[in-house]
C-alpha cells in the first residue's frame, strides 16, 4: 500500500540546524557589508531587494531583521500640496517575536511608524516632489526590542529611499545606546526595561545633525548629553557600511545595464 503524496507541497526536513556563522564570516568587510565597532553591533545591509519597488532595503543587525520597500513619488490625491507627502507603515511578522502576534490587534506598529516617520522625515526633501505622494513599506521579519527595531528600521528606510532615487538630504541612519553606553548587545523588552535608560536617535553623520531622539527610561540630563555623544560617534560606522552598500547597489546596475 502507497501513502498518498501531495506534490504541491515541498515536505519539511525531519531535522533542522540553526546556522552556524564564523567571526570570519561577520568581519568579512566590504564583500557583505558587515562590520564590528566597540559600540556597535554587527549590521549586514542589502540594497535592491525587491525588484518590484522602486527602492528596497535589508538588514540584519543583532536579532532584528527587517526588508523595507519604497513606492513612489506618485501623484497625490487632492487636497494638494506644495510639497510631498511621506506615508509609512510598519508590519510584524507574525513570527516576528518569540510569541507570536495575532493579526490585527497589535497596537505596537502604529507608534512604530509614528517615531520612524519624525525621524525619517527630516532626511527627505519632500518640497522638491509637489503633488506626490512616497509610501515606504517596512516587515519586520524578526525582532526582540522596540529600541533596537526602530534603530534598524530608520537605517534600512533610509537605504530604501535613496535607492528609488528620491532626494535627500543626507543619509540618515538609526542608533540604540542603552545608560551602560553600549548598543552592541541583543536586548529583549525586559532587559531593556531593567537596564534603567535607552536611547534611539536618528542621526545624519555627514551633515552632523540629529533627526530626532526617543528616549526610555531614567537617567540624569549629563548621563543623556552622554549618551547622545556616544551615537552620534558610533553612527559613522554605520552610514559608512550605508554608503558601501549603496555603492555597491549602483555597481551592479550599471554593470547589468552595460
Not at 3 to 20: C, K, N, Q, V
Not at 44 to 69: D, F, H, M, P, T
Not at 74 to 80: G, N, S, T, W
Not at 140 to 167: H, K, Q
Request: net charge negative.
Amino acid at each position: 500500500m502507497t501513502t498518498a503524496f501531495d506534490r504541491r507541497r515541498i515536505p519539511a526536513p525531519e531535522d533542522s540546524y540553526p546556522p552556524e556563522l564564523s567571526h570570519s564570516g561577520i568581519e568579512a568587510g566590504p564583500s557583505n557589508h558587515a562590520a564590528r565597532s566597540k559600540s556597535t553591533k554587527p549590521i549586514y545591509l542589502k540594497a535592491g531587494l525587491i525588484s518590484q519597488a522602486n527602492g528596497s532595503g535589508y538588514i540584519e543587525s543583532g536579532r532584528v531583521k527587517i526588508a523595507c520597500s519604497v513606492y513612489g513619488p506618485r501623484p497625490k490625491q487632492p487636497p494638494y500640496s506644495p510639497q510631498g507627502t511621506l506615508n509609512l507603515e510598519v508590519k510584524f511578522a507574525p513570527f516576528a517575536s518569540h510569541s507570536r502576534r495575532a493579526p490585527l490587534r497589535d497596537t505596537e506598529p502604529a507608534a512604530l511608524s509614528s517615531l520612524i516617520h519624525s525621524h525619517l522625515l527630516p532626511a527627505l526633501q519632500l518640497h522638491l516632489l509637489p503633488k506626490s505622494a512616497l509610501d515606504i513599506q517596512i516587515l519586520v521579519i524578526e525582532s526582540d526590542s522596540v529600541p533596537n527595531v526602530l534603530s534598524a528600521a530608520l537605517t534600512v528606510a533610509s537605504m530604501a529611499v535613496a535607492d528609488a532615487g528620491i532626494p535627500m538630504n543626507g543619509l540618515g541612519v538609526g542608533v540604540m545606546i542603552d545608560s551602560e553606553g553600549s548598543g552592541d548587545r541583543n536586548q529583549s523588552d525586559i532587559e531593556v526595561h531593567d537596564s534603567g535608560g535607552t536611547i534611539s536617535m536618528g542621526v545624519m553623520p555627514a551633515l552632523g545633525r540629529i533627526s530626532g531622539i526617543w528616549m526610555t527610561g531614567e537617567m540624569s540630563l549629563d548621563q543623556a548629553c552622554s549618551l547622545i555623544d556616544t551615537g552620534v560617534q558610533a553612527s559613522k560606522s554605520t552610514h559608512a557600511i550605508l554608503a558601501q552598500s549603496l555603492i555597491a547597489r549602483a555597481a551592479e546596475q550599471l554593470s547589468s545595464s552595460s
